[in-house]
């Protein structure tokens, strides 16, 4: 891996060690995301980019290895302690999973009227304000079964920033969206930077938005992160994996 | 041989696995409930619902157990010549065993399977994950209010279903064995002390949590899309059925 940019290390991951069956999915993975920035995972199909944010999330324990989450053991924490961390990390889901009974705003507001942190008053603002945020106050009234893909996450995003967490995990943000969409996505979490200032890890295998959005991209590969740079420097490494992704994607864009 | 001894230890370990895992979801439940009081409305709406799906085949199914116990104990009866006995035979068999059994039954084919496709498909479509992001417990959320609905909706349908099967038993009784409605229901209100209540409560309580509890756990285990939404359903009515049998044989035991 190269160098890192310096700062407070929000997450760190320790020879994390994954297997699901015979299949080895994670090989003693190190990494580390600082404050602030947005970290990219790319991969391939299969790699285990879903299956890491999963652990970061602390919704998989490793079978051996260390994950700390804002200096904390994730996999050490239980009960009460375990759900309190996990407020301060939200994590966007490949589909969304939007609440299919619960319409738009009250996705957004259920873990506000759940954790009672505000008022009824105060909640209803915070929904308008987070739903006006990725601009889909328009569809507060709707059900998830009546708004596109896109949409939907934008939603997800929404429901995920009411509990103002201090980082944010997306699960290929731009996955089975049109180009446009998928580039709004992108702006949606270029803005967030701009705004909100989150630590961010962006799964994704989409090159075009990895590029746009990164402080540094990691390239991830039979279960290791085997590099780590900035965009323009990523794009240098002399690494027949990585340049074959690269130029692969270049390809299927032109 | 030793295939076949492989599989049997397989089929052992799930079941030990299963068991246990349903043993937790339990206790983790029953913590829970000191939070009922916090969202009571999620609670009341799972008990209307509970309600609204069973009631009305409850009422017809109670009303035709009645009738068939009726025909079926009074045919017995005559050839003894003691006709008289009938109501306190249909009582007894009503109140402490068909009530609380038959309608734990209907609760596990009707809410059962519908609280299983429920968490089963949030479970499919990662919405269990994104309660657990959100910090938000999935048992406190999605199974404690169903446990204890099903605690609290059972107990009130079985009593209703029992009054009912009563009071079919009492259109036979009339009809082929002229009892006489006075006496037979004079017979019936002798019968229904304090015990038979309480065998009827105790067994419906019972039933109720093991309706939900099973059909939640299947829930959560759900994996591999809508085949494994619907292997969870029907794995959740099953295991109800068997459970309430074996349970409802233990219960009466202790309580006789």
């Known amino acids: 891996m190269t160098a890192a940019p310096g700062g407070r290390c929000d997450i760190r991951a320790i020879d994390v060690n994954k297997s699901f069956g015979s299949y080895h999915v994670l090989r003693d993975l190190c990494m580390e995301v600082f404050h602030g920035e947005t970290f990219v995972i790319l991969g391939a199909s299969g790699s285990g980019k879903s299956v890491l944010l999963k652990h970061l999330a602390g919704l998989l324990s490793p079978d051996s290895g260390r994950i700390e989450i804002l200096g904390k053991d994730i996999n050490s924490l239980a009960g009460e302690e375990l759900l309190a961390l996990r407020r301060r990390i939200g ?3 490949q589909s969304g999973a939007l609440f299919n009974s619960l319409t738009v705003a009250e996705n957004v507001a259920l873990a506000l009227e759940e954790h009672r942190l505000h008022s009824p008053q105060r909640i209803k603002e915070i929904v308008s304000e987070k739903l006006s945020l990725v601009r889909m106050e328009h569809a507060r009234d709707l ?27 997306f699960d290929e943000p731009t996955l089975g969206l049109d180009p446009l969409m998928a580039r709004n996505v992108d702006d949606l979490i270029l803005d967030l930077k701009e705004r909100v200032r989150l630590t961010s890890v962006v799964v994704t295998h989409d090159l075009a938005s990895a590029f746009l ?23 240098r490494i002399e690494d027949e994996v990585i340049q074959r992704f690269i130029g692969t994607g270049s390809t299927w864009r032109r | 041989m030793n295939n076949v001894l492989a599989a049997l230890g397989r089929y052992v370990l799930y079941v030990c696995q299963e068991t246990g895992d349903t043993l937790v979801l339990l206790v983790q439940c029953l913590k829970d409930s000191r939070h009922a009081l916090e969202h009571p409305r999620r609670i009341l709406a799972q008990v209307k619902r509970a309600g609204n799906d069973t009631l009305l085949i409850a009422s017809g199914i109670g009303l035709f157990i009645g009738m068939v116990v009726s025909l079926q104990v009074g045919n017995v009866l005559r050839v003894a010549r003691i006709e008289g006995v009938l109501s306190k035979a249909v009582a007894h068999s009503i109140v402490r065993e068909l009530g609380p059994v038959i309608t734990a039954l209907l609760l596990a084919g009707r809410v059962g399977a519908s609280i299983a496709a429920e968490i089963g498909t949030m479970q499919v479509n990662e919405e269990i994950d994104a309660l657990h992001t959100l910090g938000i417990s999935p048992t406190r959320f999605l199974a404690m209010p169903r446990f204890l609905a099903c605690v609290i909706a059972l107990p009130l349908l079985s009593v209703y279903a029992s009054l009912v099967g009563i009071a079919g038993g009492a259109v036979i009784a009339n009809i082929h064995f002229a009892t006489g409605w006075q006496a037979y229901f004079d017979a019936v209100w002798q019968t229904l002390d304090f015990f038979e209540i309480r065998m009827n409560l105790t067994k419906s309580i019972l039933f109720g949590g093991i309706v939900a509890i099973v059909a939640c756990q299947r829930g959560f285990r759900a994996r591999g899309g809508a085949e494994g939404v619907g292997r969870a359903i029907t794995s959740a009515v099953v295991t109800s059925f068997i459970c309430i049998v074996i349970c409802d044989f233990f219960v009466t035991r202790l309580m006789l």
Not at chain 1, 153 to 161: I, Q
Not at chain 1, 218 to 231: C, N
């Open chain 1, 213 to 235: 959005v990164a402080d540094r991209i990691g390239m991830l590969h039979e279960g290791r992160i085997i590099a780590a740079a900035p965009p323009d420097e990523f794009r």
């Open chain 1, 143 to 169: 059900v998830p079964e009546q708004i596109s893909g896109g949409m939907k996450k934008r939603v997800a995003v929404a429901r995920t920033l009411a509990l103002e967490p201090e980082i944010i995990l």
């Open chain 1, 91 to 93: 994590m966007v889901f």
